[in-house]
């Protein structure tokens, strides 16, 4: 019966700590993104710093991406097929919302948009481009496969 006991204590307290921990996670540099989250992502939770920083151009701190519950290293927040980094610094000659497909909501996304604007001998701007056979077909409908060995 004594063991039942110390049994059912040590399960009850086990149970309580893990409603603690889920409620109030712990949060050793403070910066008030849990120590858990900040290690799956590849930071460092013994540095608070890193809460405001913002490693993919989307202009929002890796705190705000924990909120948001977003990945901190995806170069491409919306998914359009142009990197946070082109987008925030108008690499193509606009800037445009690393958080919004269509910027200027006009129906038309981005990626499209700025098709007149790449420049296909800058590297750079190559680079920052994610949907690069689907840029390729339609620039270059007639012989993409050209272009496609140009990239490698």
Known sequence: ?????IITMLLF?????????????????GDGIPDRWEVDHELNPYDP???NLDYNYDNL????EYKK????WDKDTD???ISNYAEYTGLFGFVSDPLEKDTDDDGLDDLKEIYRYIDIDNRTQIDEI?????????LFPLYPGIF?????
């Open 79 to 81: 998914g359009d097929g």
């Open 1 to 5: 019966m004594r063991n039942l006991l």
């Open 49 to 51: 710093s890193g809460a």
């Open 130 to 138: 994610y949907q690069k056979k689907m840029i390729i077909s339609q």
């Open 69 to 72: 519950r977003w990945d901190p």
């Open 61 to 64: 701190t890796n705190l705000e």
């Open 148 to 152: 496609l060995l140009w990239l490698r």
């Open 13 to 29: 307290l086990f149970v309580a700590c893990e409603v603690v921990y889920a409620q109030h996670p712990l949060d050793t540099d």
